[in-house]
C-alpha cells in the first residue's frame, strides 16, 4: 500500500448515488448528466413523478452514504384527515380517526409538544448520524477513531430559513469524504410519504444546521410532488366545537426532496466570507496530528536486512531467520521470489511516552488509527529503499529525493557485504559479494552530509570477522570528519517490542546529549548493533529514533541565507510521486458544480512554505510545445546480466556522441508553468487541512482550464512528471509579474572532499541529481576557484567542437588543479527538460563510468548559479 491516502489497489468507497436515478427497470441506464455531482448549480430536478417512472425507491442501505427520513422536523407533526400516501405505509404518519370529529385538533405550534432539551438531544442525535453516513464515503475511516463532540447550536425558532448559516470548522477526517444523500420524506423501505412545503423547508434547514456545524455545505438536488393530504387548522384554541368558523380545512402537495451534504473544502476566509456571524458553533478540535514528524530512509547493500528490519521496526514481531518479517512490506512477487527490493516501501511508526504505536498495538489497523493513539508524540516516516546497484535511481530516491531528516545505514554483521577491494581484473558480471556496495553506500551518506545512523544488521549470524568490518566502518567515519559512537545493545530474548523500556532508553542516553547539545547533530554517527531474529539491538534503536533531534523548520532562505530572492516562491513542493486517481472525492470546491476535470494527484514533501485546500499554485516546469507530451527524459537502462547503468556503460566520450545526435539542449525549450487549485490533502493517510513545512503528504489538485487562440478551453490536460514542482508565488513575484524560474543549465561549486570532479570531460554527458529532480546534463565548463572566490578560466562551450571529446590542454590543467586540492566550479547544461533548482541546494553528479563498480561513485557539491 501506498504511503499515501489513495490505495489503487483497494476497494474504492461508496459513491453517493441517488436510488432516484436507479429505477425499477435494471436493464435503464441512468445518464450520466444526472448524477449529484454533475448538476449545474443552482438547479433541481424534476417536480414530477412521472419524470422518474418510479412508484417507490430501493429500500434504504444499512450501510453507506444514502440515508431515508421521513422528517426532520424537531417537534410533532401536525395531523392530517387525509393522506394519499398513508396507503402506502405503516406505522410512520399519524392515520386519520375513523370516528367523527368532535373536537378541534390543536393547532401547529411549533415545540408544544417538546421541550428545548428533547429538541437538542434528537438534533444531536440527527447530527451524529449525518457523521456517519459523511465517513461512510471516505476512503479512509478508522472505527478506533475517537470522535470529536459535535454540539450543534439549536435553531431559533424566529430565524429566517433561508437566513446564512456560520460553517464550523471542518472535522477531522471529513476531508476525503464524497457526501451523503438524504431522501426527505421516504421510509426506510423506500416508500414515498411526502410532507408540506413548510415541513419539508423545515426539514431541510435542519439539515442546513446539520451539515454546517460539521463543516460541509447542503445543497438541495430535487424536490418531487408525491400526492396531497388534508388537515383541519384553527385560529382559536379555545374553540371547542366541530369545524366553526374559526376552522378551516386546507389541502396541500406531498413534496420529498433530495439534499447532498458534502465538505465544505474551500479556504476559511472565503467559506465565511458571505456568512452572518451569528452566534457561534463551536469549532471542533483539530483532531490526533503530531507536529513532530521525523523522516527516516533505510539504505544499505542488498542482503543487508533492510526490509527485514522494517518489518520488526513496523510489525513488533521478529523474523524467523528466512525472511518472514518482510514479506508484508513486498510490493511485486519477484521481490518476494528474489528476496531483493527493488521499489520504495514506507511505514509509519508513533511514540507516545514509552508506547511504541505500530501494527503490533491491538488498536491499530491502518495509519489513521496510528495518528489517533500517537497524539503529541513523535510520528517516524520510515522509507525503505533498493540496495542493488541494477536499482541505481530507487537508492538515490531514498536518501536525495525525500531529504530525510535521519539515514538509517543497514550493513550486515556477518561481514558478507565488504569484501576486500577490487582489483581492476575482476569481471564485473561476477558475484555480487566481489563488490564492495557497502563501502559504497556509506561513502556516499558520508559525501552527502547526511544525518546518519550505522544499524549493524543480522548480529545473530556475526563471527568474528564483525571487528574487521566495524573496524573500516569506523576508519571511514573519522576520515570524513565525524564522530562515530558505538551504542551497546541490551540481551536477546526478552525484548518487549511494545514499549521502549528504560533499560534501552539509558543505552542512546549519552549519545542524545552529544546529539543535542552539539549544533550540528550529523557530526556524530550512533552504531547500533541488531538482530530482527532474537529481537537484539531492536529496542536500543526504538529507543534511539524516539528521541532523535528534529531539524529546525525549514525556511525558504535556508539555502542562500536572507538576501533578497524576488523569485522565491512563498512555498515549494517536490513531485516525487504522482497518481492517476481523482484529485478528491468530494471535488466540492466553490465552483466544483461546474468541474468535469477529475485533477490529479501528486506526492512529496513540503520544502518550505505551508498549503491549503483551496490554495491556487503554479505546476511546472512544463514545455512549451506539447504540455500533454511524455518526457525524452533518459533512463538507467541495463542489458540483461548487468548490475545497471553503471557497469553497462560506454566511456563519457561515447555518451557525448550519442547525445549529440539525439538530445537537445533544454536552453531551446520554453518553460511553462500552469496554474491549479489544491482540493484535497493529505499528510501521511490523514485527510488535513493545512500542510506544515517539512511533511510529507499527497496534494489533489485541479487545472485551471487553458485556453486556445479562439478563446475556447483546450481538452488535454497537462502531465505531470516526478521532479515538477507546487509553489505559490510570493507577494513580490506577484506584483512584479514575475513568473518562477525554468532552468536549463546550473553552476554547481564542490569542495576540496570531492576535487576529483576536475577529472570530468568537458562535453561528456552526466546525470545530476537535485532534490526531487534527476535529469541528464551535459559538463560545459570545469575551473578551479581560487582563494579570491573567483574561477581561473577554464573549458567553455565556446571551445572548438573537435576538440569536445580529447582530453586538451585546459582539461590537463584542471585534473592538475584539482589535484591540488582547492574548490572547483562545474557548468552543466540540462538536457531535454527544463527543471526547478534552488539556489544553494545541494546536487549529485554521477558519471556514466565508476570505478569501484557499485554506480554510486559520484560528486557532491552546490548550486551556486543558475541559468535561464
Known sequence: MSVFTFDPLGSDPARASSPWLR???????????????????????????????VTKLEPEPQEGPTEYKLHLLLRSRRKYEHISTATRISGSINRPSTEPRTVKPAPAVPGCSTTAQTRQDRLEHLTTQLLWRLQQSCPYHSGTTTTVPVIPQLPDENLARNAPIKLGKLLPGLEASRGALYEIGVADDGTLAGLTRDELDESLNTLRIMAASLGCNMKVLRKIAVGDCEWIESSDSEQESNLGPSCRRRQAKLWVAEALVTPDLRPRDASHANVTQSAGLPDPTDGPLSTDQLRV????????????????????????????????????????????????????????????????????????????????????????????????????????????????????????????????????????????????????CLRLRLPLVVVMTKLDLATVTIKKTLSRILSSIKKAGRVPMLVKSGPAGHADLSVVSDHDAALVKDVMEALCTNEDPSTFVPIVLTSAVDGRGIGTLHALIRSLPLPPTP???????????????????????????????????????????????????LRFGSLSIGDKVVVGPFPSDDAGSPRNTPRDQSPA????????????????????RNAVSASAIKGEWHTASIVSIHNLRLPVQTLEAGQVGSIGIIFDQVKDENGLPTATTPRLRKGMVLAVPSQHMVSSDLSLQAVSGITAVFDKNNAAVSELSVGSLVNIYVASVRTAARVSRVSRVNATGRSDEGRSPTDDMDDVFGLGENDMRQVQAGAGGGEVEVQLDLMNTREWVELGSKVLILEGRSKDRSGLEGYVGKVVEIAE
Open 23 to 53: 429505477p425499477s427497470d435494471p436493464h435503464k441506464k441512468a445518464s450520466a448528466a444526472d448524477h449529484p455531482t454533475n448538476r449545474k448549480k443552482g438547479t433541481t430536478g424534476s417536480g414530477l413523478l412521472s419524470d422518474y417512472g
Open 297 to 444: 530512509t533505510l539504505t544499505g547493500p542488498t542482503t543487508s536486512g533492510k526490509s527485514t528490519l522494517l518489518g520488526a521496526l513496523s510489525t513488533g514481531t521478529l523474523d524467523n531467520g528466512r525472511g518472514k518479517g518482510r514479506l508484508g512490506l513486498l510490493k511485486h512477487l519477484h521481490e518476494v521470489a528474489s528476496g531483493i527490493t527493488s521499489s520504495v516501501t514506507q511505514e509509519l511508526i508513533g511514540y507516545h511516552g514509552d508506547k511504541i504505536i505500530n501494527y503490533g498495538h491491538q488498536e491499530v489497523e491502518s495509519w489513521i488509527d496510528i495518528h489517533n493513539y500517537t497524539k503529541s508524540g513523535r510520528l517516524v516516516y520510515l522509507v525503505d529503499s533498493a540496495g542493488h546497484p541494477k536499482y541505481r535511481r530507487t537508492i538515490l530516491r531514498g536518501i536525495v529525493g525525500w531529504a530525510p531528516h535521519w539515514t538509517l545505514l543497514c550493513i550486515a554483521a556477518n561481514g558478507y557485504d565488504i569484501p576486500a577491494p577490487l582489483e581492476p581484473t575482476v569481471d564485473v558480471f561476477g558475484p555480487e559479494q566481489n563488490i564492495e556496495l557497502a563501502s559504497a553506500h556509506l561513502d556516499l
Open 555 to 605: 525556511t525558504s532562505h535556508d539555502f542562500i541565507g536572507a538576501a533578497l530572492n524576488p523569485e522565491q516562491p512563498a512555498c515549494l513542493f517536490h513531485v516525487e510521486d504522482k497518481y492517476s486517481l481523482p484529485a478528491s472525492c468530494a471535488l466540492a470546491t466553490s465552483d466544483a458544480d461546474q468541474q468535469t476535470d477529475l485533477g490529479t494527484v501528486v506526492a512529496g514533501y
Open 641 to 660: 546480466g548487468s548490475y545497471g547503468l553503471s557497469l553497462s556503460h560506454p566511456s563519457s566520450a561515447e555518451l557525448s556522441r550519442i547525445a549529440a
